[in-house]
């Protein structure tokens, strides 16, 4: 069967092919590093975006000690894979 009419006009969109996915990823040089300085504003950012909350005041005194806590990440750009 013939096609009758070809249409060459495109709908128009939002401009967000995703409208559920968040547009606010800031560039990897402006990510703030967590610290002791700036944990609690951290911990609000993480609440914020996972909708979970922590709640301090249920500790039952465990404190974890983070001295010797290695800070390095290192990412490949080709992906490996290690057995230890």
């Given at each position: ?7 060459t ?36 950012r993480?609440?914020?975006i ?5 709640n ?29």
């Amino acid at each position: 069967k013939p096609q009758d009419h070809c249409s060459t006009e495109v709908p128009e969109g939002s401009g967000n092919p995703n409208p559920t996915a968040s547009t606010s990823n800031p560039p990897a040089d402006q990510i703030e590093t967590p610290s002791l300085d700036n944990i609690l504003s951290l911990t609000n950012r993480f609440e914020d975006i996972l909708r979970v909350t922590t709640n301090s005041d249920k500790s039952n005194g465990v404190e974890a000690d983070i001295s010797n806590m290695e800070t390095a990440i290192t990412a490949s750009p080709t992906p490996t894979l290690r057995i230890h």
